[in-house]
C-alpha cells in the first residue's frame, strides 16, 4: 500500500501570480541573485505590499484606517475611484522605466498581473463601461514607436480571470492633441495649466458610446493632473463616474 502522499502547501498570491507569468529565469530585479524569477520571492515579500491602504480617490497610501486622505477631503478629484499597485519607488520605477523607454514591452504583463491582484481592481474593471488608455501625442507616438498605458490596458484585458465579462479597449476614443511641456519636477497647478485643452475626444463620438462609467489606464500617477484633465473632458460628456487604474503612484512629499 503506498503512503499517502503529504498536501502540498498552497502557492501563496506572490507565486501564483509568477505561475501564471511564466517567464524564463534572470536576475532579481532588486538583489541581481542568478538565476531567479523576475524578482525573487524574498524581495517580493519586501517590497510588494497588495494590501496598502490607499486613498479610494488617490490612490495615495493612507496612514490610517480611513478611506479618502484629507487632500482629496479639501478637494475633492476629478476621479470618483482609483486604484494603484505599487509606489512608483525602486524596484517598480524601474519595471515601468524599462518598459517606457527601453522597448521591454513584457513588462507590461508583469505591470498588469499585479494591478489585477490589487484589491478593487478586478470590481473597477468590471463596472467600467470602456477601458480608455491615456493617449500619447502624435509626436511621441512616432518617437516612441508605442504607448505603454495601451500595452497596459490590453495586458489587463488579456490576463483577467476567465468568465469576466469586460468592457473592450478602446485606444481611438481619447485624442491627445499638443506633446505637453515635460512635466518632471512641476506642481500639480503648473501640471494642470500645462493640460489645459491637451486632450479631446474622437470627432463623432457620443456620450452613449462612453458609458456611464468609463475606466482609465496609465502606468504611473504623479500629482494627478493628466488623468485629471481626462476626467474633466469625459464628465463634460455626461458621464458621470471616471475610475483610473494606474500600475504606480508617486508618492506625496514627505511620504
Known amino acids: 500500500m503506498t503512503a499517502a502522499t503529504p498536501e502540498k502547501q498552497r502557492p501563496s498570491l506572490w507565486q501564483r501570480a509568477a505561475q501564471v507569468l511564466g517567464h524564463w529565469p534572470s536576475q532579481c530585479l532588486v538583489c541581481r541573485s542568478w538565476p531567479s524569477d523576475w524578482i525573487c520571492t524574498a524581495c517580493a515579500s519586501v517590497c510588494w505590499q497588495p494590501g496598502l491602504r490607499r486613498c479610494s480617490r488617490c ?27 505599487v509606489d512608483y519607488s525602486p524596484p517598480w520605477d524601474g519595471m515601468v522605466l524599462r518598459l517606457k523607454f527601453h522597448q521591454q514591452l513584457a513588462w507590461a504583463n508583469r505591470m498588469a498581473q499585479l494591478l489585477l491582484h490589487t484589491p478593487g481592481v478586478l470590481a473597477s474593471l468590471q463596472q467600467a463601461s470602456v477601458i480608455l488608455p491615456v493617449p500619447l501625442s502624435a509626436a511621441r507616438m512616432r518617437e516612441r514607436g508605442y504607448n505603454q498605458a ?33 512635466q518632471a519636477g512641476l506642481g500639480r497647478a ?29 502606468d504611473v500617477m504623479t500629482t494627478g493632473a493628466t488623468l485629471g484633465a481626462v476626467a474633466q473632458l469625459l464628465q463634460a460628456q455626461g458621464t458621470p463616474a471616471v475610475q483610473a487604474l494606474v500600475f504606480a503612484r508617486t508618492p506625496a512629499p514627505g511620504q
Open 59 to 85: 490612490a495615495l497610501p493612507l496612514p490610517a484606517s480611513t478611506e479618502v486622505c484629507a487632500g482629496c477631503l479639501r478637494e475633492a478629484p476629478l476621479l470618483q475611484r482609483c486604484h494603484a499597485a
Open 150 to 182: 495601451l500595452l497596459l490596458a490590453k495586458a489587463l484585458h488579456r490576463q483577467a480571470p476567465s468568465g469576466l465579462a469586460l468592457a473592450t479597449v478602446q485606444p481611438r476614443y481619447l485624442q491627445r492633441l499638443v506633446d505637453t511641456p515635460a
Open 190 to 218: 503648473a501640471r494642470l495649466r500645462n493640460l489645459r485643452h491637451a486632450f479631446a475626444l474622437r470627432p463623432g463620438l457620443q456620450a452613449q458610446d462612453l458609458g456611464e462609467y468609463p475606466l482609465l489606464i496609465d
